[in-house]
């Protein structure tokens, strides 16, 4: 399978990445450089980065028992052989131990998967060509979803409608015009689904669709507004579903400004829809501390309708260290969104 190539060529990183032919002298010993941005280290000279991170999540519920827990640990690693290819690879480690009140300590699974692993060759100066799996190009919030590079603790409701990752073969187009910068992404699905295991997600390991981008200044602001839509095999139903949607992500006097409205079509005798909106602000208050505030409405595929608010503090003290506080509020707590005040603390290694 073409995706087993993939996995041939990313093992190339465990041999010694040099650049230098067989008549010149030996490249220095390896060394790690911390990166501009502390996401993590880059080795000079050998087109290699790799990050790590781990995110501790509090939750002091309302209704329902207090818990600490080591939420996600990541490796990532991005290998640049030539100035054309580029392989990339995520691993997750999830569900380790935590403690909750009036249970004491507990340990989970210790689920270990692939949460990214692709292959980008840059086709033309403007085209890209990525195999693999990859976080489905769908809305703003899916494509960056690593815990703490996120506003707040908590995802809305409406970007975990459909899959979060895709498996197989996306075309990437990026190029300017008059001062407008367009962004264009088509994707189709894969046989097989690259994971340790079974994926838990909304939908399957069947996603196809597209994404574009249009972005601009607008006297002091520069706005992006985007389009998606997507057909996948719903996990649920066990029929083909299509999703919908709109964004727009608006960057003004520091603040910054999202939001995504999506709508999904299913196919099933008692359920027909699912939909939602979000709009969310991140204002600067000193330095690398921002305040917070999100509004969403969600209809879910039964029972009412979920209205959530949320008011919060994002805080990155060092380059390595984020910090998040959010107290939430919503008419119907559930799984995913409970009221009450949630925090993550996320190290960069």
Same mark, same amino acid.
Do not use: C
């Given at each position: ?11 190339v990183?465990v ?11 030996p ?5 790690? !450089?911390?990166?501009?941005g ?7 000279? #050998? ?48 569900? !380790? ?31 890209t ?15 960056? #979803? ?8 908590e ?11 895709? !498996? ?13 910068s ?11 689904e ?10 399957s390991? &069947? ?22 839509g ?7 139903? #066990? ?36 939909y ?7 204002v600067?208050?000193?330095?690398? &501390?921002?305040?917070v ?8 595929? !039964? ?47």
């Open positions: 399978m073409i995706f087993s190539l993939a996995l041939l060529a990313l093992s990183l041999l010694p990445a040099s650049r230098a032919g067989a008549d010149e002298e490249q220095p010993r390896l060394r790690l !450089t911390r990166d501009p502390g996401d993590g280290f880059v080795v000079p000279g #050998r087109g290699l980065w790799l990050g790590a991170d781990a995110t501790v999540k509090l939750v002091l519920a309302e209704v329902g028992p207090h818990s600490l827990e080591l939420d996600d640990v990541d490796l990532l690693i991005r290998y640049e052989p030539t100035p054309r290819l580029a392989l990339f690879t995520e691993v997750a480690l999830e569900n !380790t131990f935590g403690f909750q009140e009036g249970a004491g300590a507990i340990s989970g699974s210790g689920d270990l998967s692939i949460e990214r692993l692709y292959a980008d060759w840059a086709v033309t100066p403007h085209l060509a990525r195999v693999g799996k990859f976080l489905t190009p769908f809305g703003l919030w899916n494509v960056i #979803r690593r815990a703490p590079l996120t506003w707040t603790v995802r809305p409701l409406v970007t975990q409608i459909f899959p979060e990752h895709a !498996t197989g073969l996306s075309l990437i187009y990026q190029t300017t015009w008059h001062g407008w367009f962004d264009a992404t088509g994707y189709g699905p894969a046989q097989d690259l994971a340790f295991r079974r994926s838990e997600e909304s939908g390991r &069947l996603a196809g669709g597209a994404r574009v981008t249009a972005a601009h200044e607008l006297g002091p602001a520069y706005a992006a507004v985007g389009l998606s997507s057909g996948f095999e719903d996990r649920s139903t #066990r029929e083909w579903a299509n999703i919908t949607g709109a964004d727009i992500d608006v960057a003004l006097w520091g603040n910054q400004l999202t939001g995504e409205f999506a709508y999904t079509h299913l196919r099933a005798p008692d359920v027909s829809r699912e939602g909106f979000y709009l969310q602000d991140a600067p208050i000193h330095g690398s &501390l921002y305040g505030a999100r509004i969403e409405h969600f209809v879910p595929r !039964t029972g009412e309708s979920i209205d959530n608010q949320l008011l919060g503090l994002f805080w990155r003290p060092l380059p390595h260290l984020i910090i998040k506080a959010d107290y939430q509020f919503t008419n119907r707590p559930n799984e995913d969104f409970q009221r009450g005040f949630v925090a993550e603390f996320s190290l960069f290694f």
